[in-house]
């Protein structure tokens, strides 16, 4: 009986340990990437606060980074390390277009229906390849109203392109675009500056010299934004969906 009881406390210590967990990597640029300084500093990432949306079976590993586009990304071997601790059963979420935008800069620019179609395709397959399974989404809007009080997009043809591969591939799409530009327009020109960084001098201690940022998100913001991905989860077919929590 001692033997019994000595077997059943191991199984019953053994089994957490042993259970595998399904790991989200986030992939993309600063308004998905954690932030230094959390607590004191007020920006934030969405993907920084996507484990309150999710059970314990879920673990988030966030590798998005500020700055980077789907080519700089790459360049600097951040999806080799991605691509080389992927598991089957892992996801990948690929959220990038705000710096392939940079024209002006050679190392992180990309033509929208080129370089950066085919390295969203390259993320895809080589997720696959992997047994794991790539999540495309748009990128998030920027708080840009006109003085008609109008949301007036900034992406251009990144969030289309996006789209396209998503459905010629057959991914997974949570469209960010669409869904915080409904986001910002239901707050509106002024109430909207509170999911972004918009501070006067000496009103923020991290900011002593004040602030406008109408691109990166409040605490705020990104709770709301992830919110809104772990709803759109939710609604697609895909054992993930199971570990959501609101």
Known sequence: MKVRAVLILFLLMARPCGAQETTIYCIGDSTMADKKDPGRNPEYGWAQVLDSFFTEEVLIDNRAVNGR???SFMAENRWDSVYHSLK????????????????????????????????LMRFVTETREKGATPILFTSIVRRNFNEYGTLVDTHGEYPVVTRQVAREMEVPL????YLTE????????????????????KEHPYYPEGKEDNTHLSKKGALL?????????????????KYVRR
């Open 174 to 177: 949570i469209d960010l675009q």
């Open 88 to 119: 089957q059963g892992d996801y990948v979420f690929i959220q990038f277009g705000h710096n392939d935008q940079k024209v002006k800069d050679s190392s992180r620019f990309t033509n929208p229906h080129t370089t950066y179609r085919h390295n």
């Open 225 to 241: 934004v992830s919110g809104l991905v772990a709803d759109e989860l939710k609604k697609l077919p895909i054992s993930l969906a």
């Open 182 to 201: 409904v986001l910002e327009t239901s707050y509106g020109p002024e109430r909207s500056k509170i999911l972004h960084l918009h501070f006067k001098p």
């Open 69 to 71: 586009s789907s080519k």
